[in-house]
């Protein structure tokens, strides 16, 4: 039997950025997407997000390109509390409040993360304690990428990216994170993939993940893995932007053992051996002025997760 609970008045979730460790993409399909088999991880670059009861929906952002995120309905948080508002039968009357330190439009899945933990906070919040087979769907219903970002660690994401399956990884990625100026698009460097592709080469994988990517994943080995990242985006993100060439080039020759555009750009990601390689390597790429900002993440990390909650 249902128990009365004290009603919690603030709660703060903290949700990962993604980055896709192996991306392979294939033709348009019928309802606009693609069908992808991607592997996912969690890295420590992350939002913040606290809900509180208000008297309607309303919601702002601080924080790392905070200005172009919209504030109205149409923002991911905000469909997020409307969706699940209506799964468990209430009205959406929350106040969010995002700190970014997600780039905004990087590839990096910060608009997922927020409305990722947009869900774990508002069901925390309204203790309405939804399966999380149920969170899920609400969440592959509002983005491709936000069932990723509740469930965070490495996974297996298939479909349009929305059915995700826990991976085992061993060890720990240590990763330099490149931000360039302006966002890319999502659906713009989909397009333009399609746009590069002769037939022949429009489903470049259509079976399980590669194996040699689960097998480096259990080596837990940095150098094993560099060899099997790969992303099929990043042609059109290269093509829409020729300036991230140099950047994947500047850090392959500062000691990056890999380097691949994040997702669909334009955040560049270089994989070391270690923590403090991936300073080392940082400090380089700040110092010649490469990107717009340089942070180091470690992956994988948790999904959205509950980090407050008042009353
Ligand atoms: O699912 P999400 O809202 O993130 O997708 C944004 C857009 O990116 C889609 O409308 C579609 O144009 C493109 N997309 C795609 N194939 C995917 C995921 C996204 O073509 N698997």
Redesign the pocket.
Known sequence: MLQPTASTDAVTVRAPAKINLSLC?GP??PD?????LTVYQAVSLYDDVSVTEADHLELSVVGEGAADVPVGHDN?AARAVIALAELVGRRPDVSISISKGIPVAGGM?G??ADAAATLVACDALWRTAVPIDELLRVAAD?????PFSVVGGTALGT????RVEALPAAGTCHWVIVMADGGL???V???ETDRLRTRDVALRHTGPVPAEVLAALATGEAATLAAVLGNDLQPAALSLRPDLSDTLTAGLERGALAALVSG?GPTCLFLASSASDAERLAARLRDDGVGRRVCCAAGPVDGARVLAESH
Not at 159 to 162: F, L, M, N, S, V
């Open positions: 993409c348009l399909r606009g997407f693609h069908d992808l991911l899945a608009g997922s509002l983005g491709s990428d936000v479909g349009r990216g929305e698009s999502t659906p460097v989909f397009a669909s």
